[in-house]
C-alpha cells in the first residue's frame, strides 16, 4: 500500500510517500481504509523529533483518522460502514480502562506517535477504537475532530468544569484544539475572549461568537486589555497549549478562584509560577493530556446535532503530505489542514 513514512527525524524533506508493506488485520482488530487523515503538531514533532522522546522511527504518522471498513472479524462494525477513529491506544482492561479512565491507561499510546498512524491506505486497529462516523460529515470533516475536540473538552468539560456565565480567555484562536474550545465554551454558555496571531485569525474568531479576540503579538499588552474588557474582574480560565509566551500574563489575568489549563507548551515550558499569586488568589494550575473514549462519544453526537462543528482550513492529497506538512508549520491555518487518500 502507498503511506507518507518518516524514517528519519529531519525537515521536509525527511517525510514522502513509498509503498510500504499492508498491515494484517489480528484478532480483536479492525482494518480500515483511510479517506483522510488531518494533521496535528505532533505529526511535526514526530518528522522533527521531540527533545525526550523516542519516535519509533520508522513511522507512519496521522492520529485523526475518517475511513471506511475494510474487514473485521467478531466485535467489529461490518465491512463498508463509514468510520472515525479514536487517536488513543490503550491496553483496554487495566483498572484505568475499565473505570472509564483509558486515557490515564499506563500503556496508553497515540496512533502515529507511539506506533504507525493513519497516513496509510490502510490502518489495522483495535475494535475499541472504531466509531460510527457521524452521517452530516464528509470524510474531512471528520478526520478533523476526534484528536482537538477530545482535548478541548476534557480540558474545559472535566478538567475546568466550565459552567455558565463563566469567563474564558482562549489562546491561539486559529488552532484546531482552540476552534473546537471556543465552540465547547460557548456550548456551555461562557464568555469567550481569544489572542490568536494575525488580525484575521482574529476576524475569524469573532465571526465565531468570541466577544474580542486580540493579536497577542501586535499588543503585547494583552492581558491589561482583557482585564479591562471584564471590568477588572478577571477571568474564570484560561485555555491554553502556548506556553512560556503567553504564560506569565494568564496567570496575572486570572480572577481569584480561577483556573489556568494546559495541553501544551509550542512556545516552550520553561516558565516561572509565582506562588504567593497562586494561593493568594486561590488559582488551579493543571495538566491536561487527550481525553476518554466516552468524551469523544458524546462529542461526536453533539456533532450529529449540529451543534459543534469541526473546522477544515485546507485539503491535501496524500501525494503532496510535504505541502500539508508545511502548511500547518507556517501557522497559517484556520482550523485543520486535512489530507485526504
Given amino acids: ?5 518518516i524514517r528519519q527525524h529531519g525537515g521536509l524533506d525527511a517525510i514522502a510517500v513509498e509503498e510500504v508493506p499492508t498491515p494484517e488485520r489480528r484478532p480483536g482488530e479492525t482494518l480500515v481504509r483511510v479517506k483522510a487523515v488531518a494533521l496535528n503538531h505532533m505529526d511535526l514533532w514526530a518528522r522533527k523529533g521531540l527533545p525526550g522522546f523516542k519516535f519509533p522511527l520508522p513511522l507512519i504518522p496521522g492520529c485523526d483518522i475518517a475511513g471506511v471498513v475494510e474487514e473485521s472479524g467478531e466485535g467489529g462494525f461490518e465491512p463498508g460502514t463509514d468510520v472515525f477513529l479514536s487517536p488513543g491506544v490503550t491496553c483496554g482492561v487495566c483498572f484505568d480502562c475499565a473505570s472509564g479512565n483509558d486515557h490515564l491507561c499506563s500503556h496508553y499510546g497515540i496512533l502515529g506517535e507511539t506506533q504507525d498512524g493513519g497516513c496509510a491506505e490502510l490502518i489495522a486497529v483495535p475494535h475499541r ?8 460529515l464528509g470524510y474531512p470533516a471528520a478526520a478533523a475532530f476526534p484528536l482537538t475536540f477530545q482535548t478541548a473538552w476534557h480540558m474545559l468539560v472535566t478538567r475546568s468544569r466550565i459552567g455558565p456565565g463563566q469567563t474564558v480567555l482562549i489562546h491561539a484562536a486559529g ?10 465554551a460557548k456550548l ?3 464568555r469567550v475572549f481569544a489572542t490568536a496571531g494575525t488580525p484575521e485569525k482574529c476576524a475569524r474568531a469573532e465571526a465565531m461568537g468570541v466577544e474580542k479576540a486580540i493579536d497577542y503579538q501586535q499588543e503585547p499588552e494583552w492581558s491589561r486589555r482583557f482585564f479591562e474588557l471584564t471590568g477588572k474582574r478577571g477571568v474564570d480560565i484560561v485555555f491554553d497549549h502556548v506556553g512560556k509566551a503567553v504564560f506569565e500574563g494568564s496567570i496575572r489575568l486570572l480572577r481569584a478562584g480561577g483556573t489556568f489549563v494546559t495541553c501544551g507548551a509550542t512556545s516552550g515550558s520553561d516558565v516561572t509560577l509565582p506562588l504567593r499569586r497562586l494561593f493568594f488568589k486561590n488559582l488551579s494550575v493543571l495538566g491536561s493530556t487527550m481525553g476518554t473514549r466516552a468524551e469523544l462519544l458524546q462529542i461526536a453526537d453533539h456533532i450529529q446535532a449540529g451543534r459543534l462543528e469541526p473546522i477544515v482550513d485546507r485539503v491535501f ?6 505541502g500539508a506538512h508545511a502548511a500547518l508549520e507556517s501557522r497559517e491555518a484556520f482550523g485543520k489542514i486535512v489530507v485526504t487518500l
Wanted: charged share 20%; aromatic share 4%; net charge positive.
Fill in 175 to 184: 488552532s484546531g484544539v482552540s476552534s473546537a474550545a471556543i465552540q465547547i
Fill in 129 to 136: 477504537n472504531v466509531h460510527r462516523k457521524p452521517s452530516r
Fill in 188 to 190: 456551555y454558555g461562557a
Fill in 1 to 5: 500500500m502507498r503511506a507518507a513514512i
Fill in 317 to 322: 492529497p496524500l501525494d503532496d503530505i510535504v
